[in-house]
C-alpha cells in the first residue's frame, strides 16, 4: 500500500518564477495539509484541501494557492517565488484527522 | 496562540540508554497530539498519537505520554540504538475546530554505538 506520494523530490527555480508541487495522497485518504519546513525548523501550515475545497489556511501570503482533484489528489501553486520559499515542502494526508496524518517526502525547493 | 516547545534541542547518548525526550504546549486546550520522527532531509514519519482523552500511547520501545493540565507530553525511548538516530517532532492539533499542527522544532538525537 503506497503512502503519501510527493513529486518532484528536488526542485530548483530562480527568484520570481512560479512552481507546482504534485502530492498523491495514502490510499483511502481524502484530505490534504500542506507544510513548509524551513531548515532547522519545525513544519509550519499552509492549508488543507477536503472535498476540493480549501478548509482552513495557515498564515502564507496569496502567492500560495492550491487545488485538490476528484481522486483526492492535490497541488501546491507558489508563484513569485522569493528566496525565502526556499524550504522543504510536505504533504500530509488523513482520512479522518482523529488518527492523525500520513506524510510525504517531501519536496525540496531551493530558489536562487 | 499556541505554542510548542521541545527540550533539549540536541541529546547525545550511548547506545542502550533509556532516553526521554520533553514536548510543552501552552494552551491545554488540545484535540491530539502526534510525535514523529525525521531522518535528515526526509519526510515525517508518524511514531506516536495521543488523543486528548488519554494519558499515553506504546509502540515497541516507544512510550508516549500526555498530561494535558500540565501542557506537556513525553516521548520514552527504551533501549537505544543507532537507528534511533534522528529529530524527533512533536505536534500539537487544538480543538475539533481546526486542523492544523503546530509543531515545535525537535529534538535532535544521536546514539552512538
Known amino acids: 500500500d503506497a503512502g503519501v506520494t510527493q513529486s518532484p523530490t528536488h526542485l530548483i527555480k530562480t527568484r520570481g518564477q512560479q512552481v507546482t508541487l504534485r502530492c498523491s495522497p495514502k490510499s483511502g485518504h481524502d484530505t490534504v495539509s500542506w507544510y513548509q519546513q524551513a531548515l532547522g525548523q519545525g513544519p509550519q501550515f499552509i492549508f488543507q484541501y477536503y472535498e476540493e475545497e480549501e478548509r482552513q489556511r495557515g498564515n502564507f501570503p496569496d502567492r500560495f494557492s492550491g487545488h485538490q482533484f476528484p481522486n483526492y489528489s492535490s497541488e501546491l501553486n507558489v508563484n513569485a517565488l522569493l528566496l525565502g520559499d526556499s524550504a522543504l515542502y510536505l504533504c500530509?494526508?488523513?482520512?479522518?484527522?482523529?488518527?492523525?496524518?500520513?506524510f510525504g517526502s517531501g519536496t525540496r525547493l531551493t530558489v536562487v | 496562540k499556541q505554542e510548542v516547545t521541545q527540550i533539549p534541542a540536541a541529546l547525545s547518548v550511548p547506545e542502550g540508554e533509556n532516553l526521554v525526550l520533553n514536548c510543552s504546549f501552552t494552551?491545554?486546550?488540545?484535540?491530539?497530539l502526534q510525535w514523529f520522527r525525521q531522518d535528515p532531509g526526509k519526510g515525517l514519519t508518524s511514531l506516536l498519537l495521543?488523543?486528548?482523552?488519554?494519558r499515553e500511547q506504546t509502540s515497541g520501545r516507544l512510550n508516549a505520554s500526555l498530561d494535558k493540565s500540565s501542557g506537556r507530553s513525553t516521548l520514552y525511548i527504551a533501549a537505544s540504538q543507532p537507528g534511533d538516530s534522528a529529530t524527533y517532532l512533536c505536534a500539537v492539533r487544538q480543538g475539533s475546530g481546526t486542523y492544523k499542527y503546530i509543531f515545535g522544532t525537535g529534538t535532535r538525537l544521536k546514539v552512538l554505538a
Open positions: 494552551d491545554s486546550a488540545i484535540y491530539n
Open positions: 495521543i488523543q486528548s482523552s488519554q
Open positions: 500530509a494526508s488523513t482520512m479522518d484527522s482523529v488518527y492523525g496524518y500520513t
